[in-house]
């Protein structure tokens, strides 16, 4: 009975021995473990280390590189800055001296245009006199026109539409000529001639200076007009062209086979096409 009983002691330690036994196995191999996952790291964290400080000295020798570099660049800057700067200043003083000579020119230039200025304003003077003399010659002479009209007589033509003023003479149709109220083309006939005058053509028939008669033919628009003892300075009228404008005819001097006069026609008349015989 007591050998049965210390049996199973002896049992219950050898089994208690056997289970410290695998925990402290199981422990170890954990141990183990642990050790080679933290060498593992250890020696990750060494490479990682020494990586860096390759890159370190890479960087660090760039720096100096580039500190070098810039060290070389400052000195070529302020080296051609220097050069620069001397430059300038020539320029300023090459600037300087242009502009102290535009000054003198300048001032050269505008006593002599003041000069010019004050014989513009003498000639201007002089031209306003002249002017002022033209004004009083044309008053004159718009005075004695106005005189010279009322001189003149207006009268029915031959048929019967009312003339404009009649020039009787050379100095009466220049001053015709001058109002501008139509256009005067002047002609010298002689007997059995025809003779474009304006747009129409004259031919003198007969020419009596004794009794200041004469007769003409007009020849306008394709057809022919027959003025007969017709007097001197007397409005001879006939219609030409298709908007039927009113020319004027007028005989102011009867020779021998030879009359002088002019033709007036409107200011929106046609232009001649051929000025012979005015």
């Given at each position: 009975m007591s050998d049965a009983s210390g049996n199973g002691e002896q049992r219950s330690y050898s089994g208690l021995f056997l289970g410290l036994l695998g925990l402290a196995i199981v422990a170890a191999i954990a141990g183990l473990g642990w050790s080679y996952y933290l060498s593992?790291?250890?020696t990750h964290a060494e490479m990682q280390l020494l990586?860096?400080?390759?890159?370190?000295?890479?960087?660090s020798s760039a720096l100096d590189d580039t500190n070098a570099r810039l060290k070389v660049t400052s000195d070529t800057l302020g080296h051609s800055l220097g050069i620069t700067q001397k430059e300038l200043e020539q320029r300023a003083q090459d600037l300087?001296?242009?502009q102290q000579a535009a000054a003198r020119q300048f001032e050269s230039e505008q006593k002599d245009t003041q000069q010019k200025i004050s014989s513009v304003s003498s000639d201007?003077?002089?031209v306003k006199t002249d002017v002022g003399g033209v004004k009083t010659d044309l008053g004159n002479t718009q005075t004695q026109l106005k005189a010279d009209e009322a001189q003149m007589q207006t009268m029915k033509g031959d048929l019967g539409q009312q003339s404009g003023l009649?020039?009787?003479n050379a100095q009466e149709l220049e001053i015709l000529k001058h109002k501008g109220d139509r256009n005067y083309y002047e002609f010298t006939l002689q007997k059995g001639q025809r003779r474009p005058i304006s747009t129409v053509s004259l031919e003198l028939r007969k020419a009596d200076a004794k009794h200041s008669r004469y007769t003409l033919i007009v020849y306008a628009d394709d057809k022919k007009?027959?003025?007969k003892d017709r007097g001197l300075n007397e409005?001879?009228?006939f219609y030409t062209g298709k908007d039927n404008y009113l020319y004027e005819l007028v005989v102011n001097s009867i020779d021998k086979n030879q009359v002088k006069g002019y033709i007036a026609t409107p200011k929106s008349a046609p232009a001649p096409v051929t000025t012979s015989g005015f």
């Open positions: 593992g790291r250890l990586q860096a400080q390759r890159q370190n000295e890479k960087l300087l001296r242009r201007v003077s002089g009649i020039a009787t007009i027959e003025k409005p001879v009228q």
